[in-house]
């Protein structure tokens, strides 16, 4: 089992405590990547996901909530590599990266900004055979108005925890979002993606999305494996055109849906047997 936590913290607060006057525990206001690395043992070799991709997005929301004093990217990537090859990681894991406001200043301080790094052993479920249900929550998606999606932010998911809470009132396993046009956005936590034909859909960066990592290597993958590809507007009634949905997202990897609301979906379609087969092969470096 791995558990790795390192608390980096801003040199005024350096006691791996975090106070109940602290702002980022009061307000949320933090920014994190979740990352999947893969323990590939024939290679005897870890890869981790996408992990430019992620630190780009990572740097990106840091920007955005203008914290500063941070450490640079280049650095933290040998940080986390080094703590990495240091724990001596042989399997599944989960990486988190998380920056915060440290000690008890004020919501809106841009210089206190300590990093938690953690490591837990975490196993795939990418190729089971579980599928999800789905309802269409009541909760609008928040947009770049208000609190702008694209942004990795702890407070986003008070969004995402009213929708998931609301579904699961409701007998569903997860929320699909729309967005104030009426447009299907994403899910409390993954990208979402359908297929009509042979052809592959998912909504458009601008539909108030979290532009998901894994949701940009399944886009990748159709291109190389030469699968049609169209990022659109959709809309609730256009459900009934697709055969087969799906998820996708560092925690639920390629999830199949079963359902939203009352639309049921073809568990066996040949394009989700193939997106998930090509991921299994690239995050294991097959
Ligand atoms: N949308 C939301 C709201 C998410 O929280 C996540 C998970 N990070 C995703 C999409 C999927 O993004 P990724 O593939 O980068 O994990």
Not at 144 to 171: C, E, F, H, Q, W
Not at 195 to 207: F, H, K, S
Not at 266 to 275: F, N, Y
Request: charged share 20%; proline share 1%; glycine share 4%.
């Amino acid at each position: 089992m791995i558990n790795i936590c390192v608390y980096n913290a801003n040199y005024l607060f350096d006691r791996n405590i975090i106070s109940v006057f602290n702002a980022s525990f009061l307000y949320g206001i933090n920014c994190f990547e979740g990352i999947r690395a893969y323990w590939n043992s024939d290679l005897k070799k870890l890869l981790v996901f996408d992990l430019d991709e992620h630190l780009n997005r990572l740097y990106d929301s840091i920007s955005f909530l203008m914290f500063e004093n941070v450490i640079s990217k280049n650095e933290l990537k040998s940080e986390l590599l080094d703590l990495l090859s240091n724990g001596d990681v042989k399997e599944n894991v989960y990486i988190r990266i998380t920056f915060f406001i440290d000690g008890e200043t004020s919501w809106a301080d841009q210089n206190m900004i300590s990093r938690v790094i953690s490591v837990r052993s975490m196993a795939s479920q990418l190729g089971s055979a579980d599928a999800i249900s789905l309802t269409i929550s009541d909760y609008r998606r928040i947009s770049n108005d208000t609190i702008p999606p694209a942004v990795k932010a702890g407070a986003n998911y008070l969004n995402s925890r009213y929708a998931l809470l609301d579904a699961k009132s409701k007998g569903f396993e997860g929320a699909l979002f729309l967005n104030k046009n009426n447009y299907i956005s994403e899910s409390t936590g993954s990208c979402v993606f359908f297929i009509r034909g042979n052809v592959l859909y998912t909504p458009a960066v601008d539909c108030d999305i979290l532009v998901g990592i894994t949701r940009n290597r399944i886009i990748q993958l159709a291109r190389e494996n030469s699968i049609e590809f169209k990022e659109t507007n959709i809309k609730v009634e256009d459900l009934d055109n697709f055969q087969a949905a799906f998820l996708v997202g560092t925690m639920i990897e390629l999830k199949p849906i079963s359902r939203i609301g009352h639309k049921f979906f073809d568990l066996d379609d040949h394009i989700t047997k193939r997106l998930t087969k090509l991921l299994y092969n690239y995050v294991y470096g097959i």
